[in-house]
Nanobody, 122 residues
Framework: QVQLVESGGGLVQAGGSLRLSCAASGRTFSSYSMGWFRQAPGKEREYVGFISWSRSTYYTDSVKGRFTISRDNAKNTVYLQMNSLKPEDTAVYYC????????????????WGQGTQVTVSS
């Protein structure tokens, strides 16, 4: 079993920055990829990006150049640094344990954090 605890969401003005954190426990964190997804009101959950066990990073087009995923294996924590935030980034952000890249798509793993709200005002 894996437990994921997120923190760092909040309200920010457009153009501002936030950093989300996700602390993991229950598995060998360093051996797994970690991902971030988000869900806006009335929309399906969508992929944001992920970082592999070897620290390669991948992002959906809408956040490339603005968001950065990093990991600290000593702290079992993955981060999502969000810069130049836009109102359309408003969503609940979820970290995900062990996503995989299959057939051109990033599929989530079985374990999710509780979600943290990010609200970007215009």
């Amino acid at each position: 079993q894996v437990q994921l605890v997120e923190s760092g969401g909040g309200l920010v003005q457009a153009g501002g920055s936030l950093r989300l954190s996700c602390a993991a426990s229950g598995r060998t964190f360093s051996s797994y990829s970690m991902g971030w997804f988000r869900q806006a009101p009335g929309k399906e959950r969508e992929y944001v990006g992920f970082i592999s066990w070897s620290r390669s990073t991948y992002y959906t087009d809408s956040v490339k150049g603005r968001f950065t995923i990093s990991r600290d294996n000593a702290k079992n924590t993955v981060y999502l640094q969000m810069n130049s935030l836009k109102p359309e980034d408003t969503a609940v952000y979820y970290c995900n344990f062990g996503p995989t890249y299959v057939g051109g798509r990033t599929l989530p793993g079985d374990y999710w954090g509780q979600g943290t709200q990010v609200t970007v005002s215009s």
